[in-house]
């Protein structure tokens, strides 16, 4: 199939364009079936292999009316997938000397030492095990947009447990937490940051938050369909308070990410925005063992570091979404029994609430980009996404 050929599936809401090798036909069969089975409205899918574009799909539409098509540069808010990159910021840091996942996060963020946790390990942010998985306080959207009071909030917090034992998703304090550290050791935010040394220089059309420029490019996010919204409330409804916190405080869903105030904030752990084909080069980078597009952006130890794994454990956050106990490296889910990244069980890589999914697989050279707006209820393993990681598998 050529880089420019369209395909018009029957049943399809709107056609699909882009191109996809031959080898990885089951890849465009699941989604195109994506959009016949499985609700979706406008997504894109993008995978690399040994860093070459074997499948870059795109189709659908942009908005809930349907009147704006998904087009090949159509970006969106990629929610927690916005993760794996951020974690890449860190990890060039260390790679260069300038950052110590085992020291104290307080050597870098002296105020980070209040409330006992001056034994709190960079390493704790990057495998959400420091504790905070949510401010204490009541937080509102708004002041989430404020880094420096938000950040601020977080240095004084006691954590919710001893922090090092297990992990709590850090659903919107993990983006504050790493990046707060990312901004003492280089001078930049980690969106700046990853523009300088990874996005810019590798032409990956991905940032965090959207510049105003590219508003009109940006499909809006929609709710999951109401058919699932007790699904999606069994996900939220977890009784711990650390899990409330980390998932109510504040609440935020699709009508706040599509507004200019969520667009124009720097949230890096949750309001990335990019395309499919971005995802999947910025994942690319880990599954490269470090070097994408002709360039190295990490030594291939550092690389391989990323997926060190910190123990695995019922998440006191999100684990009743999933069977069994589920383990974090430094800064990305791994496979696992669950197979989320593929049945490499040390493939990893981050998925994004309703659905988007990075993947990385240093082992057979894979990478994958998924992005979407209409989305699923599920934080993590959307039958979608799902669909398209077993077909990728089932082509190699």
Sequence with gaps: MSAQETQQT???????????????????EAFTENFRERGELGAAVAVT??????VDLWG?????????????????????????????????????????????????????????????????????RAGLSGLREPHTLQELYDWELTTARLAAMAPWWEPGTRSGYHALTYGFLVGEVVRRVSGLLPGAFLAREVTGPLGIDFTVGLPAGDAGRAADLVHAPAASRGEQAAVFSQPAPAAVAALTNPMVGAAQANTPGWRAAEIPAANGHGTARA??????????????????????????????GQGSCRDLVIGAGF???TEIGLGLWLSGPQRSYGPNPRAFGHDGFG?????????????????????????????????????????L
């Design 60 to 128: 659908g539409w942009a908005d809930a009316a349907r009147a704006r098509p998904w087009e090949r540069d159509t970006v969106v808010n990629v929610w927690s997938t916005t993760k794996g990159p951020v974690a890449l910021c860190a990890h060039i840091l260390a790679d260069r000397g300038l950052l110590d996942f085992d020291a104290p996060v307080a050597a870098y963020w002296p105020e980070f030492a209040a409330e006992g946790k001056d034994k709190v390990l960079v390493r704790h942010l990057l495998s959400h």
């Design 355 to 395: 659905g988007s999914c990075g993947l990385a697989d240093p082992e057979t050279g894979v990478s994958l980009g998924y992005v979407m707006n209409r989305m699923g209820p599920r934080i993590a393993d959307d039958p979608r996404k799902t669909a398209l990681v077993d077909a990728v598998y089932r082509a």
């Design 323 to 325: 069977e069994g106990e």
């Design 10 to 28: 029957p049943g399809t809401p709107a056609p699909v364009h882009g191109h996809c090798d031959q080898r990885f036909a089951a890849v465009r």
């Design 49 to 54: 292999v040994a860093g070459e574009t074997v």
């Design 279 to 308: 995802v999947a080069a910025l994942y690319g980078v880990f599954a490269g063992r470090g070097a994408y597009g002709g360039r190295r952006i990490l030594s291939p130890r550092a690389a391989e570091r990323v997926r060190e």
